[in-house]
């Protein structure tokens, strides 16, 4: 199986900072990966899909890049309602995986 | 809208089996495959398998062949997953999520609320 190890665990940030989450794979996935945030109680939401594009309906302040084997997702000015939980997820190959989660805190 | 609807929390016995649904309702049932995801607490999103709700084909996770199954029911936009012989670690968060599949990219759009399963004596 593919792991995904993604990092900080989890971060304090203030409203406006740019906050920057990583995830590597063990084995290249060119550019099948896809980034969540998870809002405990709610519904998981797709942010970014193949590395670097926009899901609809997500705010431009949310970016992401890589391939291969290293990714990030980019948060460019933080707002009160991205404080949440974030995962990268590999559909490269079955099983998919996911990164164990980046919790972003208030600071 | 798309939206995937899921049944209410569950409190089992280890042992016992328990069986989540997911209503799909904004969108074409049979045009998109069905994801089974779950998470248990203090742990990250754990995939499980899929389902073809066309042809009722599916794919497990290794770790779950024999112990789980998934069904749907297109007459009525919903789709199912069963989980036999349950213990405490089957405690989680379970998750339906549609599937995109496209040139270079697969992902899980539409997810559920999730369904609460505890596992208890």
């Known amino acids: 199986d593919i792991q995904m190890i993604q990092f900080p665990s989890s971060l304090s940030a203030s409203v406006g900072d740019r906050v920057t989450i990583t995830c590597r794979s063990t084995?290249?996935?060119?550019?099948?990966l896809n980034w969540y945030q998870h809002i405990p109680g709610q519904a998981p939401n797709l942010l970014i899909y193949?590395?670097?594009s926009l899901q609809g309906g997500v705010p431009s302040r949310f970016s992401g890049s890589g391939s291969g084997t290293d990714f990030t997702l980019t948060i460019s000015s933080l707002q009160p309602e991205d404080f949440a939980t974030y995962y990268c997820?590999?559909?490269?190959?079955?099983?998919?995986?996911f990164g164990q989660g980046t919790k972003v805190e208030i600071k | 809208q798309v939206q995937l609807v899921q049944s209410g929390a569950e409190v089992k016995k280890p042992g016992a089996s328990v069986t989540v649904s997911c209503k799909a309702s904004?969108?074409?049932?049979?045009?998109?495959?069905m994801h089974w995801l779950r998470q248990a607490p203090g742990q990250g999103l754990e995939w499980m398998g899929w389902?073809?709700?066309?042809?009722?084909?599916?794919k497990n996770a290794q770790k779950f062949q024999g112990r789980v199954t998934m069904t749907r029911d297109t007459s009525i936009n919903t789709a199912y997953m069963e989980v036999t012989r349950l213990t405490s670690d089957d405690t989680a968060v379970y998750y339906c999520?549609?599937?995109?599949?496209?040139?270079?990219?697969?992902?899980?759009?539409?997810w559920g609320k999730g369904t609460t399963v505890t596992v208890s004596s």
């Open positions: 084995l290249s996935i060119s550019t099948y």
């Open positions: 193949g590395a670097s």
């Open positions: 999520a549609r599937w995109v599949t496209g040139s270079s990219v697969d992902y899980m759009d539409v």
């Open positions: 389902i073809n709700p066309t042809s009722g084909g599916t």
């Open positions: 904004g969108y074409t049932f049979s045009g998109y495959y």
């Open positions: 997820q590999q559909s490269y190959s079955i099983p998919w995986t």
